[in-house]
């Protein structure tokens, strides 16, 4: 049975510590807003979490450095990103409540970011499709209507920007490697792509900051990174897994509504452990 | 200090060495740098190796008992502190197998000389982390302990070995900063949080005061070593001074260090301490620690799991390479 949409979740808001600060004043497209600030924060954040299980176990001393490096980019991105939606929210939760206090149902993430870490292949090819998202999601946030968003936006492309660099060399060159290699790339791909599309679905939310000119549609961002993935993977001799179902495309599915797979329900009892076992305590 | 060591060496006078051991001496004793190209004695040079290889696995074991809790850190900054830390600490192993490689010996032949068992790290990271406490006391005691050594490491006679460690140290100073401060939130918090932090200390003292290797009278080959200045002071003198500096700050936090023998010697100038349970650190080294197989295995299963991932990009090279000829 699949877990329930996040709609049917029932008192979010009793997750939240009762809000000193009074509200903010309504602004227009706030719940759009505040989502949009969600799914990116989110997607920072589990990515974070789970390039951070790697510490200590990668197959090469660079690569440890490069994915706490990455994942220090990512966590750092989340901070402002979840910042921000608390504050737009109104209802006084800081980024770390957000982290931390809610339960799966309430995050936002894609479903590709919470996939395991598997083998390093895995791991690489999931952040090489995030990415090239990424770069092209920042990319078109730095454009902006809103100011906040714009400057988060410039901050986090320069590092998506080298994420995105990294992740396509290796990508290459692993496809285009050993005959291992090669396959277990291609194995990856396999295994990722149909969680690909949902970062191209646009629901209600997205087109409502569509039309308020604060985001572009998702579906807008395809074609460029149609583009980067076709190239990157013909240099590394790769095929391209071409038209297969896709997870999470549904009116009721996906991680931008809050139906998850089974693994982020993990992934959260290990991240918020701490702040489950000793409500209130100050760390 | 040295000067007196060099005497009291015994049985090595000066007049045995050859012309160029005796240049070679003279130099360090004017404290002149050793760098890579030039003449050392074989002793001098596998001395170092092995003391460099031994700080450099352990600062990439050292990620795991520290990476047992980025997962679970409880706020967001936290969490990025952590992980830039872990993070400083496989730099660090970056630098210091660098270093040893100007010696002649490769990182892969270290870190087979690791997985096999041959060479060995710190003994402090054979111990687990079992609460968030225990963050903060690796950064207070464990990179405290660190930092009295290395500190006197900065003017070590070996160049590259020396500059790698005016950089950790640097480092280092601001981890043990992190780790305390962790303990004061700990201390200032919640009964349980408090005493989670007299747990970690309980945990962590004795441990790191082993870091410093056994006592001077059962410590083999230092005067050599000194003499070489590639160490710098005796064990000894170093665990005195870390308790020195140590026991003032738990007792800012509030915190007993768990020694009933423990005080204030006004003679010495210096706290009177008792010493760890030396069986107990020769039992860890010997591999009976309690994390021992776990740190161990997480490092060879690292390494074998990851060997299609480094093959797969030697294999890339080598076709770019090809490629390359065939288009000149």
Redesign the interface.
């Known amino acids: 049975m699949p877990s329930l949409p996040d709609v049917m979740t029932p008192a979010l808001e009793t997750l939240a510590p009762a809000g000193q600060p009074a509200p903010a004043p309504q602004e227009a497209n706030r719940d759009a807003l505040v989502e949009w600030l969600l799914r990116t924060g989110d997607n920072a954040?589990i990515l974070g979490?789970r390039l951070?299980?790697w510490?200590?176990?990668?197959?090469?001393?660079?690569?440890?450095?490069a994915l706490?490096?990455q994942?220090?980019d990512l966590?750092?991105q989340?901070?402002l990103w979840?910042g921000l939606a608390g504050a737009v929210e109104g209802r006084g939760r800081t980024?770390?409540d957000l982290?931390?206090l809610r339960d799966a149902g309430a995050f936002r993430n894609l479903l590709l970011v919470e996939r395991p870490n598997r083998?390093?292949?895995h791991t690489l090819m999931r952040q090489f499709l995030f990415d090239a998202f990424h770069l092209e999601l920042l990319e078109a946030a730095r454009a902006s209507s809103d100011p906040r968003i714009a400057e988060i936006a410039a901050k986090a492309w320069k590092e998506a920007a080298y994420h995105l660099e990294r992740s396509a060399d290796l990508v290459?060159?692993?496809g285009?490697?050993?005959a291992?290699?090669?396959d277990?790339m291609q194995a990856a791909l396999a295994a990722l792509w149909s969680f690909t599309g949902e970062m191209f679905t646009d629901d209600d939310h997205d087109r409502a900051l569509a039309d308020a000119g604060v985001m572009p549609l998702p579906s807008s961002l395809r074609p460029a990174w149609d583009r980067t993935v076709a190239q990157v993977l013909d240099e590394a001799t790769l095929t391209h897994p071409g038209e297969v179902w896709q997870q999470g495309i549904t009116d009721m599915g996906g991680g931008k509504r809050g139906v998850h797979s089974e693994h982020l329900g993990h992934l959260l009892a290990?991240?918020q452990?701490?702040?489950r076992a000793?409500p209130g305590?100050?760390? | 200090m040295y000067a007196q060591l060099v005497t009291t060496e015994g049985g090595t006078p000066r007049e045995g060495m050859s012309d160029q051991e005796r240049a070679f001496q003279e130099r360090i004793d004017r404290n002149e740098k050793i760098e890579p190209k030039e003449w050392m004695p074989e002793g001098y040079r596998k001395t170092l190796i092995r003391q460099i290889g031994q700080h450099a696995h352990s600062e990439i074991v050292g990620q795991l008992p520290e990476g047992n809790w980025i997962g679970r850190a409880p706020t967001l900054e936290r969490k990025a502190i952590l992980l830039a830390k872990v993070q400083d600490e496989a730099g660090h192993g970056l630098y210091l197998y660098s270093a040893a490689e100007t010696l002649g010996v490769s990182r892969d032949e270290l870190l087979e000389a690791l997985h096999s068992g041959k060479m060995k790290y710190s003994s402090i990271f054979n111990y687990p982390t079992l609460t968030w406490a225990d963050m903060g006391a690796v950064g207070w005691l464990v990179d405290g302990a660190a930092i009295m050594n290395q500190v006197p490491l900065q003017r070590t006679s070996y160049g590259p070995y020396a500059r790698a460690m005016i950089r950790i140290c640097k480092e280092e100073s601001f981890h043990q900063r992190q780790g305390y401060d962790i303990m004061m939130k700990m201390c200032a918090g919640t009964p349980e949080q408090k005493a989670m932090a007299q747990d970690a200390l309980n945990r962590f003292w004795y441990p790191s005061l082993m870091m410093f290797g056994p006592s001077d009278k059962d410590s083999v080959h230092s005067e050599q070593s000194m003499a070489w200045k590639i160490k710098m002071n005796t064990n000894d003198e170093l665990r005195q001074r870390f308790v020195d500096q140590t026991v003032p700050q738990a007792e800012y936090l509030g915190l007993t260090v768990p020694d009933p023998d423990l005080r204030w010697n006004e003679d010495k100038g210096g706290y009177d301490f008792s010493e760890p349970d030396w069986s107990e650190f020769y039992a860890v080294i010997a591999g009976n620690g309690p994390c021992n197989a776990e740190r161990l295995g997480a490092r060879v299963k690292a390494w074998e799991d990851g060997a299609w991932f480094r093959d797969g990009l030697m294999a890339h090279a080598d076709k770019a390479r090809a490629r390359r000829v065939a288009a000149e």
């Open positions: 954040l979490q951070s299980e510490c200590g176990h990668a197959p090469a001393l660079e690569e440890d450095i706490a490096n994942a220090l966590i750092g989340c901070q979840l980024a770390d982290a931390f083998d390093f292949g290459v060159r692993l285009d490697g050993s291992e290699s090669h277990r290990q991240m452990f701490l702040q000793y305590a100050r760390w």
